[in-house]
């Protein structure tokens, strides 16, 4: 099979096209020839060494994948031959999802949503799992409740404005200019540009944050929280911010996305139900995995997807 490889840590050139052996699935695991693999960044920060999950090189990036079950390990139940399936397996282990073939666990993956196709599923697991858990699992996010999601129109932002606005919340998105009318179409109620004043003096009484930028996004972000609230983010949170928050009776979650299936179903649901959509800011071939990496790093509007 063909995969993307990197024998060192580096900038995106250090991602090559290889031949490699081809994948085959364990006890408990289902082989998906890939149909696409999202990148996210995550991707990019264990390629340049910032992030070490998977120790030294060489490795094989991915975790977000959609495609078709090629094969089926023993004791697999549930899925057959040629079922379309998107997930974001092992995470953060190797998935090797930069590849045509991948074996992984069958309880990690679910059927594709019908209304998404396998671009746009398979850039749909980590981000959407992230904003999935972050708001539902971590914040507790209920009807009618005040919601700010920091970089509304990113990979996780764009997704977890609208799982808000699917589950009855009113949503504030802080965004960067030229991002504002494409979130207020995602149907944020008030859309919010950080470069044009600080968004404390803006917005007031909320009740959940979900900011995946860190810095001193979270300590700003206790400002416009109501006593009792909850920060959830996807970076470390200083112990200064921590007690600033305990003082107010503020909750803070630092989470990191684990796979989920019963996530995956939920969101497979919202899209069929056209509830949710995945924006595909642009796709690139397996061979030019590199070129992708460097396009995301433009921070474009929704998610970058290698396509098989």
Same mark, same amino acid.
């Given at each position: 099979?063909?995969?993307?490889?990197?024998?060192?840590?580096?900038?995106?050139?250090?991602?090559?096209?290889?031949?490699?052996?081809?994948?085959?699935?364990?006890?408990?695991?289902?082989?998906?020839?890939?149909?696409?693999?999202?990148?996210?960044?995550?991707?990019?920060?264990?390629?340049?060494?910032?992030?070490?999950?998977?120790?030294?090189?060489?490795?094989?990036?991915?975790?977000?994948?959609?495609?078709?079950?090629?094969?089926?390990?023993?004791?697999?139940?549930?899925?057959?031959?040629?079922?379309?399936?998107?997930?974001?397996?092992?995470?953060?282990?190797?998935?090797?999802?930069?590849?045509?073939?991948?074996?992984?666990?069958?309880?990690?993956?679910?059927?594709?949503?019908?209304?998404? $196709?396998?671009?746009?599923?398979?850039?749909?697991?980590?981000?959407?799992?992230?904003?999935?858990?972050?708001?539902?699992?971590?914040?507790?996010?209920?009807?009618?409740?005040?919601?700010?999601?920091?970089?509304?129109?990113?990979?996780?932002?764009?997704?977890?404005?609208?799982?808000?606005?699917?589950?009855?919340?009113?949503?504030?998105?802080?965004?960067?200019?030229?991002?504002?009318?494409?979130?207020?179409?995602?149907?944020? $109620?008030?859309?919010?540009?950080?470069?044009?004043? $600080?968004?404390?003096?803006?917005?007031?009484?909320?009740?959940?944050?979900?900011?995946?930028?860190?810095?001193?996004?979270?300590?700003?972000?206790?400002?416009?929280?109501?006593?009792?609230?909850?920060?959830?983010?996807?970076? $470390?949170?200083?112990?200064?911010?921590?007690?600033?928050?305990?003082?107010?009776?503020?909750?803070?979650?630092?989470?990191?996305?684990?796979?989920?299936?019963?996530?995956?179903?939920?969101?497979?649901?919202?899209?069929?139900?056209?509830?949710?959509?995945?924006?595909?800011?642009?796709?690139?071939?397996?061979?030019?995995?590199?070129?992708?990496?460097?396009?995301?790093?433009?921070?474009?509007?929704?998610?970058?997807?290698?396509?098989?």
């Amino acid at each position: 099979m063909r995969a993307v490889i990197q024998n060192s840590v580096g900038g995106p050139d250090v991602l090559v096209i290889a031949d490699q052996p081809d994948s085959t699935p364990e006890a408990g695991e289902v082989l998906v020839r890939v149909k696409a693999a999202g990148i996210n960044p995550v991707d990019g920060a264990v390629r340049a060494g910032y992030y070490p999950l998977l120790g030294e090189p060489p490795f094989i990036l991915g975790w977000d994948i959609s495609g078709t079950v090629e094969a089926l390990g023993a004791g697999v139940t549930g899925f057959k031959i040629g079922d379309e399936v998107f997930g974001m397996p092992r995470f953060p282990k190797q998935a090797a999802a930069y590849a045509e073939l991948a074996a992984v666990p069958a309880d990690q993956i679910a059927l594709k949503p019908k209304g998404a $196709d396998h671009l746009k599923a398979g850039a749909l697991p980590l981000a959407g799992l992230t904003a999935w858990q972050g708001l539902v699992r971590h914040g507790g996010l209920k009807s009618r409740q005040r919601i700010l999601v920091h970089a509304g129109a990113g990979g996780v932002g764009h997704l977890a404005v609208q799982i808000a606005k699917a589950r009855g919340a009113y949503v504030v998105a802080t965004v960067s200019p030229g991002k504002l009318d494409f979130v207020r179409e995602l149907g944020a $109620d008030e859309v919010i540009d950080y470069t044009r004043g $600080d968004f404390t003096d803006q917005v007031r009484d909320i009740d959940l944050v979900l900011d995946p930028m860190g810095g001193d996004h979270a300590q700003r972000s206790l400002k416009v929280l109501r006593r009792g609230g909850v920060l959830v983010s996807l970076l $470390d949170v200083s112990d200064n911010t921590r007690a600033q928050a305990g003082a107010r009776d503020i909750r803070v979650e630092r989470m990191s996305v684990v796979p989920d299936r019963e996530g995956l179903v939920e969101l497979a649901r919202l899209i069929d139900a056209n509830k949710l959509a995945v924006h595909v800011a642009k796709s690139f071939p397996l061979d030019q995995a590199g070129a992708a990496h460097a396009f995301l790093a433009t921070k474009p509007i929704g998610k970058v997807v290698l396509s098989l």
